[in-house]
């Protein structure tokens, strides 16, 4: 692109044309500001040391105890050490797969896949902080019996996906929680 024959970059820019650009970053970061915007950052608890169950397990579980990372703590603390403030419990966690479309002659063409997780969060006496609430994701998903090997690749890929999303969904869900007493 080119103005006058010479290349736009290059054309210095007069004081008022830089005031101009200025002025504009200025007005737009003090409206961005004024609404409320504001870059996501890492969530705060209500608690500093939290216990995720089933401890020896894969999927949420896994992926939510490797989020909280310092602040997880076993259930039950080793002799003299005191547990956590509260206990997130994975009660449930289903993965669905059920055809959703299909040819004229009967062959599949499309499933929808669906991650269900029931969970709750108590403190450690007992006191119910988020009541037993269950999350779906789902997603569609083609199929080609040409490609089954890339298409149960891609399977995956959409439960690793759907999983990392559902923990974010969990994260806000206990970020939500002011206080630790009713």
Do not use: H
Request: hydrophobic fraction near 45%.
């Amino acid at each position: 692109m080119t103005f006058i024959g010479l290349p736009i970059y290059s054309l210095p820019l007069t004081r008022l044309a830089w005031l101009r650009r200025v002025g504009l970053a200025v007005l737009t970061s003090g409206l961005l500001a004024g609404c409320g915007f504001a870059l996501r950052s890492s969530p705060n608890f209500a608690f500093d040391t939290v216990a995720v169950t089933p401890e020896q397990s894969v999927g949420v579980a896994a992926e939510l105890a490797r989020y909280l990372g310092d602040k997880l703590k076993p259930l039950v603390p080793a002799e003299g050490k005191v547990g956590p403030q509260a206990v997130i419990e994975i009660m449930q966690e289903l993965r669905e797969k059920s055809i959703v479309g299909t040819t004229a002659t009967g062959q599949v063409r499309e499933f929808q896949l669906r991650l269900r997780v029931k969970f709750r969060v108590r403190t450690l006496q007992g006191v119910e902080l988020i009541a037993p609430t269950e999350v779906v994701l789902q997603r569609d998903i083609s199929f080609n019996e040409t490609a089954v090997l890339a298409k149960e690749t891609e399977e995956i890929l959409l439960y690793r996906d759907m999983q990392s999303d559902l923990v974010q969904q969990l994260l806000r869900r206990v970020a939500a929680i002011k206080s630790l007493t009713p």
